[in-house]
């Protein structure tokens, strides 16, 4: 089991960036693959972004590619979602998640959840 704890949440216009990061409890972080989703009120999670133990592979839903890029450095334990051109309707809690299993943007194939950091874009 890994702890997560992300951060980098906040207020942003619309066009705006923001850089969250997700750091994990592990020092064998590089033994799980890494996942970015969102939650908006009433809804489910969706996946935003995943990335393999080495970093070597990304996967992006299809509305954030090209302005969302996900990152990590196993050195720190530490994941990264740098978001570009945010808009209102990307507002959501944001959380990442581990899984020892493949890359995935299945939310089923995470195993541990970090507490999600709330991203709020104005309009």
Not at 17 to 36: E, I
Request: a neutral charge; proline letters at 2%.
């Amino acid at each position: 089991q890994v702890q997560l704890v992300e951060s980098g949440g906040g207020l942003v216009q619309a066009g705006g960036s923001l850089r969250l990061s997700c750091a994990a409890s592990k020092r064998t972080l590089s033994a799980y693959a890494m996942g970015w989703f969102r939650q908006a009120p009433g809804k489910e999670h969706d996946f935003v972004a995943a990335i393999s133990r080495s970093g070597a592979i990304t996967y992006y839903a299809d509305s954030v590619k090209g302005r969302f890029t996900i990152s990590r450095d196993n050195a720190e334990n530490t994941v990264y979602l740098q978001m570009n051109s945010l808009n209102p309707e990307e507002t959501a809690v944001y959380y990442c998640a581990a899984t020892l299993k493949g890359y995935s943007h299945y939310s089923y194939e995470y195993t541990d959840w970090g507490q999600g950091t709330q991203v709020t874009v104005s309009s």
